[in-house]
């Protein structure tokens, strides 16, 4: 059973840089995107980027000048670092593994999705 | 960027009863992008469904998904307490990932 742990400060000072580790147990890197998600508190979710076990990337737009994601599978860990934070990033940080999925038959390919996710990490900015 | 809203924002319902979300995109997606997410209070999300209509690992089959192009539909066929909790939908394509904004599902 693959399991995720975020680890990290729980509080931030403003114009910082957040800094978050996800660590992966029960099974392989290879071959996944990895992603962090974040939520406001009483928010809804918020994507905030992916990395491949190569270390390909994308990000969501609006988040794009600020994030570098990044991941060390000989450590099965990945990694987030978010610069310049303000109060508007106190948040829930989840990391998630994104599974490949097939139909039934198995040959299908049916898309990608968010299928484990870690418990979170409340991260507070403030001075 | 696709665009997700759901409706509505929060439903009322009694255990037992038969609860049906909707979930509609700013533009035509396929079904291989859509899933459903169930938070329960202070857990992660858990995936529900995936492809639209095909229930994840361990989920229950009152859970069903339907829909194509841009209106999507999650279904609870008869609430149990444990489904009292907020349900997102999601689009994952190559260009990125969005969420609708949730529908909260209480008791009545």
């Known amino acids: 059973q693959v399991q995720l742990q975020e680890s990290g400060p729980g509080l931030v000072k403003p114009s910082e840089t957040l800094s978050l580790t996800c660590n992966v147990s029960?099974?392989?890197?290879?071959?996944?995107?990895w992603t962090w998600i974040r939520q406001s508190p009483g928010k809804g979710l918020e994507w905030i980027g992916y990395?491949?076990?190569?270390?390909?990337?994308n990000y969501n737009p609006s988040l794009k000048s600020r994030v570098t994601i990044s991941v060390d599978t000989s450590k099965s860990q990945f990694s987030l670092k978010l610069s310049s934070v303000t109060a508007a990033d106190t948040a829930v940080y989840y990391c998630?593994?994104?599974?490949?999925?097939?139909?039934?038959?198995?040959?299908?390919?049916?898309?990608?999705?968010?299928?484990?996710w870690g418990q979170g990490i409340l991260v507070t900015v403030s001075s | 960027e696709i665009v997700l809203t759901q409706s509505p924002g929060t439903l009322s319902l009694s255990p037992g009863d038969r609860a049906t979300l909707s979930c509609r995109a700013s533009?035509?997606?396929?079904?291989?992008?859509l899933a459903w997410f169930q938070q329960r209070p202070g857990q992660a999300p858990r995936l529900l469904i995936y492809?639209?209509?095909s229930r994840a690992t361990g989920i229950p089959d009152r859970f069903s998904g339907s829909g194509s192009g841009t209106d999507f539909t999650l279904t609870i066929s008869r609430l149990e307490p444990e489904d009292f909790a907020v349900y997102y939908c999601?689009?994952?394509?190559?260009?990125?990932?969005?969420f609708g904004p949730g529908t909260k599902v209480d008791i009545k």
């Open positions: 998630a593994r994104i599974g490949d999925y097939f139909d039934s038959s198995g040959f299908n390919y049916v898309g990608r999705y968010f299928d484990y």
């Open positions: 029960g099974g392989s890197m290879r071959s996944y995107y």
């Open positions: 990395v491949y076990y190569s270390g390909s990337t």
């Open positions: 533009q035509s997606v396929s079904t291989t992008s």
């Open positions: 492809g639209a209509s």
């Open positions: 999601q689009h994952y394509d190559t260009s990125g990932v969005t």
